[in-house]
């Protein structure tokens, strides 16, 4: 069996309306609209991957991508 994957980060702070660092683009609703329809419509799994969410550095100019948001 050959496997392929496809990495997708949907963090809410970057791919939600009011997320800090959202901004208009193309791929959020491709991924969102055609994508994942796509792939559930072909019995393609999906899995969410948690990711290993860091303290704050020097240099961040704010809190972003908390776990949960």
């Known amino acids: 069996m050959?496997?392929?994957?496809?990495?997708?980060?949907?963090?809410?702070?970057?791919?939600?309306?009011?997320?800090?660092?959202?901004k208009i683009r193309p791929s959020i609703?491709?991924?969102?609209?055609?994508?994942?329809?796509?792939?559930?419509?072909?019995?393609?799994?999906i899995s969410e991957i948690i990711s290993d969410y860091r303290q704050p550095r020097l240099g961040d100019r704010d809190e972003s991508c908390i776990p949960g948001t």
Do not use: C, M, W
């Open 2 to 22: 050959r496997y392929q994957f496809l990495s997708v980060d949907l963090q809410n702070d970057f791919t939600a309306e009011g997320g800090k660092h959202y």
């Open 29 to 45: 609703n491709f991924d969102k609209e055609v994508l994942f329809p796509f792939l559930k419509e072909k019995g393609i799994k």
